[in-house]
């Protein structure tokens, strides 16, 4: 999903030329909230690893 949106970034920036765009704004933050929760997952599991180490 995360790949899919930022390709979709990538292009919507390319074809408006316009990091202001309406459509590219949105894309952003939708992008914006998968990379959030990918990195909190990761996080979260990251620090099971840890509290089971000790």
Do not use: C, G, P, W
Not at 25 to 31: A, N, R, T
């Amino acid at each position: 999903m995360i790949l899919n949106l930022r390709q979709r970034l990538v292009l919507a920036v390319s074809e408006k030329n316009n990091f202001t765009d309406k459509e590219v704004v949105l894309l952003s933050q939708e992008l914006d909230v998968y990379i959030l929760e990918y990195q909190k997952k990761t996080f979260h599991k990251e620090l099971q690893k840890i509290k089971i180490s000790h």
